[in-house]
């Protein structure tokens, strides 16, 4: 006669056992474990950030009508069902580009503070940062370029437009005035020429490069060179101001 112990035996195949654990669910730990992966965090805003940068590459590079979604995705290096899930389309994703290259020049100029300034110091400032913002982002000037060449069809149609329409213009004619009210600028200046004038001296410059260093037999790109043509800036929207005032 067998004992109590004997009856109650596990008599179940060590096949069927196998198969119910692998049917049982694994917690977090175990699958990082078995894959040998760190857990997947999601970043939403460093994703899109992702995205926005490696569309900037691709349609700096290729045009508007060149950029592949498919080439831009693997720049990112996220699944394209990512990247139409953030912006839509190739045509949304362009003007998320676009907005954000403006907001970034906007934003820099705000942080400027020229309202703290002395009219002759603001000037400076400006025209410097100016500058400096296209040497440091050239893609700034290449974007603006495909975007030119689109007709400015996209500009018209964000939804934020007044958001990159420069408040640095309104800044300007404050400048201007009390420049105007010291006796340091002459007056009539219209402040939207001028700050054509101030982007033009500075994007002409960066945009040329390296055809001018050809055509002029000087490497436009050597520190020296760069110090003297901002400081050449300067002092001509200084000497236009300063010429003829009362």
Known sequence: MQDGSASSKDN????????????????????????????????????????????????CGMGFNGARVDDIADRAKVNKRLLYHYFGNKEALYSAVLLDAYQEIRQGERELSLSQRDPVEAIDQIVRFTFRHFLEKPWFIRILAVENLQNARFVKQLKDINSINSPLVAELERILASGEELGVFRSGVDPLQLYISIAGLGYFYVSNMQTLSVVFGRDLSRLSMIQEREAVAVAMVLDYLRAGRS
Request: charge should be positive; hydrophobic fraction near 30%.
């Open 12 to 59: 179940t195949p060590k096949e069927t056992t196998e198969s119910a654990r692998s049917l049982a669910p694994e917690d977090g730990a175990a699958k990082v474990r078995r894959k040998g992966a760190e857990p997947r965090i999601r970043d939403p805003e460093r994703t899109r950030a992702k995205i926005l940068s490696a569309a900037r590459d691709e349609f």
